[in-house]
């Protein structure tokens, strides 16, 4: 193994490591164990004899092996690599070890083999474990101290704090984490009024003497005046590890009691100030009191010139107490926020919390024992427990019903009433029952009128409208009762129902509509043509005017039936339909039938009523073909005017959504593909594999967002129209699943591409999807949209169809249908501009598009473009070249942390030395003394944003200006696009691709190697 060396000296070498108690084995370039000690040996249960020879994956297993190859790889490569994990060791035993891999090198020139030397750290893991649960434990409990709490570690920054300490600041307590004390004193010093006893303006300290005489507060508590008048008494504590804890106490009480008594008691004061906090040293076997603050006496009201101080056990309000005390305190050797019930001199109890530690003087166990006064919170407790039997007697006597449901749709509470307004089910309503168990119970028992004979149906429509959170709505029971129901979601993604029962609401309106009826028949005899009808299309009346208006006598009116009163049976359907879900219909406009087959614009005002015993409809019609005529111009530019701010609102509603998705879709794209690189774990890679997928398919919807949100030049490049298809369908799937489409993809493979902008092709793919999704939506049955690509014209064009089930188009607007603002669509449907831009779109690539249709069977969209070779070449436009990089340090400028580690996280293993900023202010200090190859920066920070830290570079260290990268989750509004169209520096927008990010650092790279 170490050829060229003398075989004694060997024969030594390897004597000493038999005998070192660290586990040593060699392995060959082989990969074949050649040398083990001892102690490696008996840790992995094997002889030495039985593993020498022997390859790694022979010993540990295959799967072991294909996990720890990587860093012997990289130590026969001459690195010497650390590494911990879990290891199966051949007799089936789990071992969490940490392995240093050390290169052996032959004449300093070649590596012929490398060192494993391994500790067992499972110990260490399983601490590591206890340690998190019990540093949760300690955050709770440092929340649930009443007074101001905060622990700093050994460089005077904060580790926790609760909330009592961070309400000075107004802010919550993980967010002060990190900043150090000279940060958070100076904070607080812009609200103090004075402190520790000098005026804040006059012959205040300075921060350094203000700090100190914090540090030094465990022995002399130092007093704080805000400015609202408020005192705050800050005690220190050192800890063990050097660091710090502060308990600050709210003290105004007692500073407005001395301000009263400032003249008469001022001695008195000055020795509480000095000791605020109730002490007692006593002797733990005979509870003699050897020492007594005077705030110790004053809490148990025991006159201080008294001679002695008396036993500890006179002060107990339970002697038992004390027994339960002393053990815990002997067993641990201190006790903290212990709760004993105490009592004064004159029997007075009160509730008191302890903090005690023990020490040995002279032979003599003592206790150091500290008190707090826990009456007023011990009644701030009570007041609380009041208030909430008060709330719940308030919910109580509500006359409506009451349910509390949890973010888990469990039932919290409800109030009786609830339960006796579901007089089938109200026995399920027990805290923790599912929403959807409680609505299935009452459907089963018959309870809901509706859901009799269709119990699945009725639960699955309720769990719709409770998922598309109904605001309100209205139901009858099986008993007769109407109920109107209404829902509010909780800050915590709970929801609050109330149930009122409205059955006398409901009779009311029964008697207002038979009132209004015997109203209305009176209206028979009015000039504007009317009809009576019911809801099947019988005839009951028609007025003369009516019959007029048609073109026929009362006597023909009377015997046709309603609905050929229509151009189609459609329009009287979607009317009666309205009619049933409203009770009226208001200037319904609608295209009528004459007798002679004319067709004219009707505006239909109707009324539900009872006319003669039968359930029926009154209707007025006015012809307005007059007034249609005079309105169809206006209109149509109206329209044009509203689609187009409507096209613009929606690009800024795109725009908004996916910037503020960017960031943590970058973290997710970034984060998730390093994973599946870099870990050789089969199970992981699978794992992050599916969380690549699942991200990149959220990067694609934000980045097409993005390009429906701009309206910038295009960009041309070599564009897959397969993918472009899949993007497309990203977006709109949801909407087609919804509508019951099914989509069948006959994508070519070895697809050519095309020359192109992707996002403007993207959306013309969208449109025509959404076109054919509409055109599905008015046809009753099963849809299907079919989606081909395919090669033309002996492979010189890329062609797509879109095929749909839906009625088709008929011959006498087709030629009409690219033209703008075009529509057939109801208005508030159709735009009429998704065509004529798809038309625009592909014109301006040199492609066509054309539409095949016959009326009944469907609609065929078909693109087609020329490839991208034939138009990269006419363009003149070189393909990327991919630019080698070398190592290089970086700094990454982001206010977002995740968005830092990820960059931090891609461009390490590239071999870059990675430096981070938190902002445009921080990389401007770390850049006075350090320099950069290459600079990554965001553009929206809260400081210095992303063009004030150009601006600045620029002034002060002009050679760093070409090395510079944005990145942006803006949508690339003017403002940014014009900064970068002036610079000319690159952008990277997120969220990002880490071959996205490792391309334009290359590209950079290669630049300064120019400039050198």
């Known amino acids: 193994m170490l050829e060229g060396r003398p075989q004694a000296s060997a024969e030594a070498l390897w004597a000493v490591l038999d005998d070192s108690p660290v586990r040593i084995s060699f392995v060959d370039r ?56 879990w290891v199966q060791f051949p007799g089936g035993v789990q ?24 500790s067992d750290i499972t110990e260490h ?33 904060l580790v926790a704090c609760n909330t009592a300490f961070a309400s000075l600041f107004r802010v919550e307590p993980q967010s002060l984490v990190g900043a150090s004390t000279e940060e958070l004193f100076s904070r607080a010093q812009l609200r103090m009024r004075s402190f520790d006893g000098r005026p804040a303006s006059e012959d205040s300290p300075s921060l350094k003497q203000a700090l100190q005489r914090l540090r030094e507060a465990d022995h002399q508590p130092v007093d704080i005046e805000l400015d609202n008048g408020q005192w705050l008494q800050i005690t220190s504590h050192p800890t063990a590890d050097g660091g710090r804890v502060y308990i600050r106490t709210d003290i105004t009480r007692l500073k407005n009691t001395e301000a009263l008594l400032r003249d008469s008691e001022r001695r008195f004061r000055d020795i509480v100030e000095r000791n605020p906090l109730p002490v007692w040293v006593n002797e733990i076997e005979s509870g003699r009191i050897l020492y ?90 009570a007041e609380l427990r009041q208030a909430r039997e008060t709330l719940e007697d308030a919910i109580e006597s509500l006359a409506e019903g009451f349910a509390l449901w949890d973010a888990d749709r469990r039932l919290v509470m409800c109030n009786q009433r609830y339960k006796d307004f579901n007089y089938l089910s109200g026995d399920t309503l027990v805290p923790g029952v599912r929403w959807e168990d409680f609505m299935r119970a009452g459907a089963e028992r018959g309870q809901y009128v509706d859901a009799i004979g269709r119990v699945e149906e009725y639960v699955q429509e309720r769990k719709k409208m409770r998922a598309a959170m109904v605001s309100h709505y209205e139901f009858q029971q099986s008993d007769g009762r109407w109920f109107t129901g209404s829902v509010r979601r909780t800050r915590q993604g709970g929801l609050v129902v109330i149930r009122v029962d409205s059955t006398e609401r409901k009779r009311m309106e029964q008697a207002l509509r038979e009132s209004e009826a015997r109203f209305r028949s009176i209206t028979i005899a009015h000039p504007v043509p009317m009809a009576i009808s019911t809801f099947t299309g019988k005839m009951l009346y028609v007025s003369q005017p009516f019959a007029d208006l048609f073109g026929m006598s009362v006597e023909e009116a009377l015997k046709q039936p309603a609905v050929e009163y229509y151009k189609g049976p459609e329009g009287r359907a979607t009317f009666v339909e309205a009619l049933r879900r409203t009770g009226s219909v208001d200037s319904y406009e609608v295209e009528a039938r004459r007798k002679d087959g004319s067709i004219f614009w009707a505006s239909l005002t109707a009324r539900r009523s009872v006319f003669e015993g039968q359930d029926a409809i009154v209707t007025g019609f006015i012809d307005l073909t007059e007034r249609r005529a005079a309105e169809q111009e206006l209109a149509r530019q109206r329209e044009a005017l509203h689609q187009s701010e409507k096209l613009n609102a929606l690009g800024g509603l795109l725009a908004g959504v996916a910037h503020e998705l960017n960031n943590p879709l970058s973290v997710v794209v970034g984060q998730s593909l390093l994973l599946r690189d870099a870990d050789t774990d089969v199970k992981t890679q699978r794992r992050a594999e599916r969380i690549a997928n699942a991200a990149d398919r959220c990067s694609r919807i934000v980045k097409t967002f993005l390009a429906m949100a701009r309206q910038n030049t295009p960009s041309y490049r070599e564009a897959n129209l397969n993918e472009i298809v899949e993007s497309a369908l990203g977006i709109t799937e949801y909407a087609l699943r919804s509508a019951d489409i099914e989509v069948r993809r006959k994508l070519a493979e070895e697809l050519p591409p095309v020359w192109g902008d992707p996002d403007q092709l993207t959306q013309v793919v969208m449109n025509l999807i959404i076109n054919a999704e509409q055109a599905m939506a008015d046809k009753i049955g099963k849809h299907s949209l079919e989606i081909v690509t395919s090669v033309e014209d002996n492979g010189n064009r890329v062609q797509l169809k879109l095929r749909d089930s839906g009625p088709g188009i008929a011959p006498e607007i087709r030629s009409r249908i690219f033209e703008p603002f075009f529509t057939t669509k109801e208005v508030g449907v159709g735009t009429g501009v998704g065509l004529s831009v798809s038309h625009a779109i592909v014109d301006a690539h040199q492609g066509a598009i054309e539409v095949e249709s016959e009326p009944g069977k469907g609609a065929t969209f078909i693109v087609s473009l020329p490839r991208a070779q034939q138009r990269a070449a006419e363009s003149g436009v070189a ?23 990820v960059l931090g996280d891609i461009l390490s293993l590239d071999g870059h030395e990675i430096e981070v900023a938190n902002s445009g202010n921080a990389a401007l200090r770390i850049l006075a003394h350090e320099n950069f190859d290459i600079i990554l920066s965001d553009m929206r920070m809260p400081d210095v944003d992303g063009p004030g830290l150009y601006m600045r570079i620029k002034n002060a260290y002009p050679h760093l200006i070409d090395r510079i990268i944005f990145i942006t989750g803006d949508a690339l509004g003017p403002s940014i696009r014009a900064f970068l169209d002036q610079t000319g520096l690159p952008c990277l927008e997120k969220p990002f691709d880490p071959k996205e990010v490792r391309q334009l650092v290359g590209q950079i790279s290669a630049g300064v190697d120019a400039a050198k």
């Open 30 to 85: 082989e990969r074949r164990l050649r040398y083990a000690n001892r102690q490696y040996a008996t840790f992995i249960g094997l002889p030495v004899p039985e593993i020498l020879g022997k390859t790694v994956a022979e010993i540990y297993g295959e799967e072991e092996e294909a996990k720890l190859r990587p860093f012997g790889d990289r130590a026969l490569r001459g690195e010497t690599v650390e590494w911990e994990g």
């Open 95 to 118: 071992r969490y070890v940490q392995r240093t891999y050390k290169p052996h090198w032959e004449d300093g020139k070649r590596v012929t083999g490398y060192f494993v030397l391994v």
């Open 125 to 157: 893991r399983q601490a590591e474990t206890e340690q998190q649960r019990l540093a949760q434990l300690l955050r709770d409990a440092i929340e649930s101290i009443s007074n101001g709490f905060a622990v700093y570690d050994g460089s005077d920054r």
């Open 292 to 381: 007594e603050s005077p705030a110790a006496s004053l809490l148990v009201g025991r006159n201080t010139r008294d001679a002695e101080p008396g036993r500890a056990t006179d002060y107990y309000a339970d002697i038992a107490d004390r027994t339960a005390y002393l053990h815990k305190l002997r067993e641990h050797g201190e006790v903290d926020g212990y709760e004993l019930r105490l009592k004064k001199v004159d029997g007075t109890e009160f509730w008191a919390s302890i903090t005690a530690r023990i020490f040995r003087y002279e032979g003599r166990e003592l206790a150091v024992v500290s008190m707090v006064d826990l009456t007023e919170r011990k009644a701030r407790e």
């Open 879 to 901: 393909p990327a070249k991919e630019t080698p990089c070398v190592r290089r340090k970086v700094l990454v400028v982001d206010d977002e942390a995740e968005v830092r580690e």
